[in-house]
């Protein structure tokens, strides 16, 4: 079974956090939530989650794929964690997927993950100036290699889809966005 790491910091985006935990789980994948200090994590609306576990714990585990949800602060949050840097370089190295939306690509982008790839994210979060290489792209879902990103609230949805496909196979997503009755 394919292991996910969703990490939480306050102001986390939380369409974008509960939709992507939430489809990843329909797929039968384990998804670890952690929040970066403690259990309870305050989204940027005011919606508080409760992670299965704090960061320090879950980083003793091994995963095929860390997602980060944006939202600000958090994406903010999660930039400035050496943790969340160290993971995605170790994901990187290892050839493991690497997934970010909304402003989390900028956390991708701080960890050296984007150069010389294309990616998306909510506008003005990439700057091409700033990431040798970088093609910042305006698809809903964009992927070079092991990285995915995706753009916002509004295209959570896809990068679920997005994120199934690349862990269990194009049979897996399409059996979950069928039982969702998205329009076609």
Do not use: W
């Amino acid at each position: 079974m394919a292991r996910v790491l969703v990490p939480l910091a306050d102001g986390f985006e939380e369409i974008e956090a509960v939709t992507t935990i939430d489809l990843l789980r329909r797929a039968g994948i384990e998804v670890i939530v952690a929040g970066l200090t403690q259990t309870r994590v305050t989204g940027s609306h005011g919606i508080a989650m409760e992670a299965d576990s704090v960061l320090d714990d879950a980083l003793a585990e091994d995963y095929d794929m860390i997602a980060l949800p944006g939202g600000m602060p958090g994406a903010d949050n999660l930039e400035n964690d050496p943790r969340i840097i160290a993971i995605l370089r170790d994901m990187a190295e290892r050839e493991r997927f690497t997934a970010a939306i909304c402003a989390a690509p900028k956390v991708l982008a701080a960890a050296g993950l984007l150069d010389g790839k294309r990616a998306t994210s909510y506008p003005g979060f990439l700057d091409a100036a700033r990431t040798p290489g970088l093609a910042v792209t305006d698809a809903t879902v964009e992927q070079h290699g092991k990285v995915i990103t995706s753009r916002g609230p509004g295209t959570a949805m896809d990068f679920g889809l997005a994120l199934i496909e690349n862990l269990v196979g194009r049979a897996g997503r399409d059996a979950i966005e069928s039982a969702l009755q998205r329009p076609g």
